[in-house]
């Protein structure tokens, strides 16, 4: 600390405004002229998706922050209702674009669970490497994307390329490059094409190289530093009060990890630790991102060190055309890379889903948490907010 | 969770008990009694956590399903909690003071069912459907298919055909 | 803060001397992987057109559509799937569940087209440049089904437990297996046009998965009085194009038919049929025969309210169904079933009561408004070869008949039939049960011109006459029977080497070098059956319009060219019950558009 630069410590005097009513409220007449309203959106603002600010600034200084949603609602949860359960398959996985498998699997597994139905040994390796490869290969955009909001898009341009790596990986497994379709009501769609574990690690060496860059970059770099430590601070008790899930949790010092908690596939017989940050603001929360990245690259090997090489890939299941799963309802749910992702489903017997209903982490960090957050940041730091939190509005509208 | 089902069955009146999985259970409990059970959840129980709100619509029973599902994050389980009110009253008491995020998911739920929770905050301002001036469309008389065809315009040309129907055409067109 | 946290960033600069990782032509340098779902293909010649793949489309995205060229035929709809890529989303569902494996996805990445309207198209009818690709998404052979392609097996009798008893052998399913074989089905309908009555199939496949077999029964009885005859002894030339059967076993049809029936008793059919009050239009329809056509028309005709009254010439009603069909294959307490259901109607028989001589078919047209005649294959053939006359050979039409009425028909120790059909396989299993009871082993020899691959007989047939002891040898012409001091030594047979000449008239080849001797104490012959015409006075045969072969002409109702005069079944089209009972519902339409002067 005796290398401290008095400068970067420099802090704007923000304690005269906006001016506090009786209630304890700020008071906000756009009339005083003391204040604008600025959108931020609904044109991708940092790199989540549509969604708007409606930011109500003093200065440079948010005042109030209120949340717009609605650019991307596309009506799948009603939509399910008249598609039979295996037809869901295929539009459940754009509520999610970056990483769409999280939602394949909850939807596999709801049916599943409600049916009754035993997965093979090999379609539960199978998925678990599809799982990790989206949660890699999100984070390989996330963690430089954190940079990214703060105007230093070289690492997410790296981090572009080494995600293409894992992309073609997916290609490879499932068919497809971004929605993959591969986790099936019943198993998975194929087995490892032949090389394929070579040809992965291969990558993921590479990747190591590339966190020795990003640390360089990024993490030992003081325009970020300064930038990220102290900001977007998340009080610990909020965690509880706004259902906080994920990497934003453990940067606030629990251990909130749905591998390790509801340990499922065969998470259990995975090594691996939460990755625990005390701070709980964006620098926090980059740091446990980072650790996610290494912790994921690290159970992949597990993963094919210890994954059978042959097996069944799908159950045996009734005729998918009329496939009618009896009535019941179960909540799922998996650790994706933003947190707890579930599935409430509701099965009325018939051959259509009666509900399925999405709970996102982005439900509640870009509405209740965000709007809070956003009081008293800088207008410069809204993005880096919000891309901190992981807002993702295709999960909120659904 | 056999110990909490007693001590809620005797103090909340809770019904049709259901464990799904080891972490996992769902219970029913009568309208009134909701907002009164979750608090006791969340301040004595442990249950923390407000995971989500959702709503079912059983529109063949004249009912809507709002289940509430809560998370004890020390001794991770789950409880759903359901609870039925008529499709004729639709109104549900907030919960809003109980859980920050608790607000979203009744103004969603306003909005997409009709379902009203006085006194939640912003509970009226539209969430995702600017300018919508149909029925909720979460309900299930909404028919997505018919207003699909009245607002959008089908791609011309397009005519599919029926296998069995078309081979009785070509095949046996006078038979029936 | 520390000074490296200044400094460390500016190493990004020696990336500057890195070569660059971005490829430049990707499309070209870097292919599509092996499964990657790209863009349609479809092997027309393989694709039989059961828009399986449009049910199964999410997005209703494909159409089927009729494709020049390609006809439209039993098994085969003559459509083809088109689609529209402004709706696909390339999930592969239909290449997977694609009945045939026709349709599968090239590995291509990008079409360029200007003009939208092109992105609507039918893989393997418009030419694309992916379409001859060997690499993209195929239907994963063996590893998973979306629906299964083996058939829930029925249970039989074992051949020990059936082999000396005319007990029905064919178990039935149960509600478990009857639905788990349903739920197999995909509803392509192609089976339908392919079934002579045109049954709704996957209708009543669809009832019993609801488990609603009332309105099973109803889908049944719409094309069918006789479910439970069908649903046992049909010919299912259905099954024979189930889509399903293209990769796996075809979808038991006439079990399913048969469970429905079984699984409904009698005493409701009224009320589910709702047939409890049936208005009379006071016009009379006489029927001659009681066999599966006389029968359905009968049924259809008492439905739109014809007094109908059938003569039988034997002593119960069934015709071929009763008489020729073993009752280990069709317990006659099951067609009395069918049989009584339609005489509740107020249908009413006559029995032994012979249509030309105890009553002349013209007093019948004059005490009638019209007259439906189903009278079916009777006569047995011979096969006329040396010693065919000899007092042991038998025809097996007749001894069927007999053993049915209860008569006592000769059963020697050693017997060779001659014959490749279902019936020369019920008379040899028949015998095989005979021989136990008398002796108490099998020894019989059915031997067939046609060799196995082209045996007209059901292959289940032959399996499990073999399984009864039976010795079933075919490919062999028979040449003539031995006869030594007066009684059956046996058969002298020839290697048959062909069928039919270049023409294509029936006209065996045989290789008289490679001959065989089967011994015997009796022959059966059963080569097939003649019609008995002899009801028709010749005044009234002048009048008919007769075909080739000694065929009577019929219309598309099978009306003849004497307007009253209505025929069908095995004498017009078939042999076989569904045949029959088809002509019967089509000219029972017939005569009420007669009738009724529409």
Known sequence: MKNKLNILNWKPDRSSFPDMGEDGKPVISLDSEKFIKVWQGPNHPGITGNMSLELTISGDEVVESKTHVGYLHRGFEKLFERRRYIQCFPTCIRMCVPEPDTNEYNLARGVEELDGIEVPEMANWLRMIVLEMARLQVLLRMVPGQAGTMGLGLGVQWGMYYRELILDRMEELTGARIYHMYILPGGVRGLLPDGFKQRLEENLVKIEGFLKDIDKLILHNAVFKKRAIGIGHIPKDWVDQYGIVGPVARAAGYQRDVRKDYPYLYYDQIDFDYNIEHDSDMFARFLVRRKDLETTLDILRQIMAKMPDKGEIRAETPNVLHWKIPKGETYVRCESSRGEYGFYMVADGSEFPRRINLRGPSYTHAIAVLEKLLVNANISDVSAIMLSLATCPPEIER | MEALLDRLKTRFGVFDFEQKKTYQSFCSVDKLSLVSLVTYLKATEGFKVLVLISVVDWIEDGKFQITYLLNNPELKTDIGIRTFISRDNEEMESIHDLWEHAPTFQREIREMYGINFPGSPRVDESFLLEGWDDIPPMRREFDTKKYSEDTFFPRPGRKTNDPAEYMKQKLYPDEK | ?598
């Not at chain 3, 082999?163 to 192609?190: L, N, T």
């Not at chain 3, 479910?227 to 049909?234: A, Q, S, T």
């Not at chain 3, 009763?322 to 317990?331: A, F, K």
């Not at chain 3, 073999?466 to 030594?484: D, K, L, N, S």
């Open chain 3, 1 to 598: 803060m520390m000074i490296k946290d200044i400094l460390s960033p500016f190493s990004a600069w020696k990336k500057v001397f890195d070569k660059p990782v971005v490829i430049k032509d990707p499309i070209n340098d870097r292919p599509g992987a092996d499964r990657y779902r790209g863009f349609h293909k479809n092997d027309i010649e393989t694709c039989i057109g059961c828009g399986t793949c449009e049910d199964i489309c999410e997005n209703e995205a494909i159409d089927m559509i009729p494709v020049e060229g390609i006809e439209t035929k039993d098994g085969d709809s003559g459509l083809r799937p088109s689609i529209d890529y402004g709706r696909c989303c390339w999930c592969a569902l239909c290449v997977d569940i694609c009945t045939t494996t026709s349709l599968t996805l090239s590995n291509a990445y990008n079409w360029v087209e200007e003009d939208p309207e092109a992105y609507r198209f039918t893989p393997g009818v418009d030419e694309k440049p992916w379409q001859n690709e060997e690499k993209g998404w195929k239907k994963p052979e063996g590893n998973y089904e979306f629906y299964s392609l083996n058939r829930v097996s029925m249970e039989h009798l074992h051949p020990e437990e059936r082999s000396d008893s005319f007990v029905e052998m064919v178990k039935g399913y149960s509600k478990e297996q009857a639905e788990k074989e349903a739920d197999r089905c995909v509803e392509c309908g192609i089976c339908t046009a392919t079934c002579p009555a045109h049954m709704g199939i996957p209708e009543y496949i669809k009832a019993i998965r609801n488990d609603d077999l009332e309105e099973g029964l109803r889908i049944l009885y719409d094309t069918n009085p006789l479910p439970e005859i069908c649903g046992r002894i049909c010919t299912h030339k259905c099954e024979t194009v189930c889509s399903v059967g293209h990769r796996g076993d075809p979808i038991s049809i006439r079990w399913l038919k048969r469970y429905i029936a079984d699984q409904n008793p009698s005493e409701k059919y009224k009320q589910i049929l709702e047939s409890e009050s049936l208005k009379k239009n006071g016009k009379k329809v006489a029927i001659i025969g009681s066999g599966p056509a006389g029968l359905s028309a009968a049924y259809y005709l008492a439905l739109l309210g014809y007094e109908c009254t059938i003569y039988e010439k034997l002593s119960q009603a069934g015709g071929m169904m009763r008489y020729g069909i073993p009752e280990y294959r069709l317990p006659y307490d099951q067609i009395d079933k069918d049989i009584n259901y339609i005489l509740s109607l107020g249908v009413k028989i006559v029995y032994d009561t012979t249509i030309g001589k105890d009553i002349m078919l013209e007093q019948l047209e004059k005490d009638n408004d019209a007259v439906f005649a189903g009278t079916g294959l009777h006569l047995g053939r011979s096969t006329r070869i040396d010693g065919s006359d000899h007092k042991d050979v038998y025809q097996s039409i007749e001894m069927l008949r007999k053993i049915t009425q209860g008569e006592e028909v000769h059963v020697a120790e050693k017997i060779v039939v001659i014959g490749g059909g279902n019936v020369a396989m019920d008379i040899t299993r028949s015998l095989a049960r005979l021989q136990i009871q008398k002796y108490g082993k099998v020894q019989i020899i059915t031997t067939s011109l046609e060799t196995e691959d082209i045996m007209p007989a059901d292959v289940e047939e032959v399996v499990e006459s073999r399984e009864e002891g039976a010795t079933v040898m075919p490919g062999w012409a028979p040449q003539h029977i031995e006869i030594v001091d007066g009684k059956i030594k046996g058969l002298h047979v020839a290697q048959c080497l062909s069928l039919f000449d270049e023409t294509g008239n029936f006209n065996p080849q045989c290789n008289l070098e490679n001959t065989r001797f089967f011994e015997g104490d009796m022959v059966v012959e059963s080569i097939g059956q003649g019609m008995d015409l002899s009801y028709l006075s010749e005044d009234i045969k002048e009048q008919l319009e007769m075909g080739p072969r000694g065929r009577i002409q019929v219309n598309d109702v099978f009306q003849t060219s004497l307007p009253w005069l209505f025929l069908g079944g095995d004498i017009i089209q078939g042999p076989d019950v569904i045949h029959g009972i088809a002509n019967g519902h089509i000219a029972a339409r017939g005569i009420d558009r007669l009738l009724s002067g529409e």
